[in-house]
């Protein structure tokens, strides 16, 4: 099955887009190992929305057989060391999970933002579950001194 790599306009896309994203993006997360709740539409839009909309957004798809099957949504980072690519999520259809769609895609996405002189690509996940170790296979590293905190009020 042929693969197309994608720029995502969020502001441009169509609805029908913007709902097969959000759709990708629900089914992704749902079962095992995650269990996210996204049930609330309005609240997963939301959040589509707050992820791929942002100032500098840049996000990605990768569409086979007319389908969108992945997803990268986040968006460029000016800091002293470099521009960066934030990657704030990022999944593959269950369908397609373990297959090498993903590293694919991220191959596809390291090329695209290395043309844009990215010096490197930015992002958070748990070492518990298994994208932990995708991202490790795909060369990204543990910052040993980046610690993300929570405060629950």
């Excluded at 997360?29 to 609240?43: C, L």
């Excluded at 791929?52 to 990268?72: C, I, Q, R, T, W």
Aim: hydrophobic share 40%; charged share 25%.
């Amino acid at each position: 099955m042929s693969e197309e790599f994608i720029q995502l306009d969020m502001l441009h896309e169509s609805e029908s887009r913007i709902k097969e994203i959000t759709a990708l993006y629900k089914a992704a997360f749902a079962g095992e190992p995650w269990h996210d709740d996204w049930s609330d539409e309005v609240q997963l839009t939301e959040y589509m929305k707050e992820v791929s909309l942002g100032y500098n957004a840049l996000n990605f798809g990768l569409v086979a057989g007319g389908k969108l099957v992945a997803v990268s949504l986040g968006r460029l980072s000016h800091w002293w060391e470099g521009t960066n690519y934030i990657i704030e999520e990022f999944c593959v259809s269950k369908d397609l999970q373990g297959q090498g769609a993903g590293t694919r895609f991220m191959k596809m996405i390291e090329d695209e933002v290395r043309k844009r002189d990215v010096a490197g690509v930015f992002l958070q996940t748990d070492n518990d579950k298994p994208s932990y170790k995708f991202y490790q296979k795909n060369g990204f590293t543990n910052l040993s001194s980046h610690v993300s905190m929570f405060k629950k009020v």
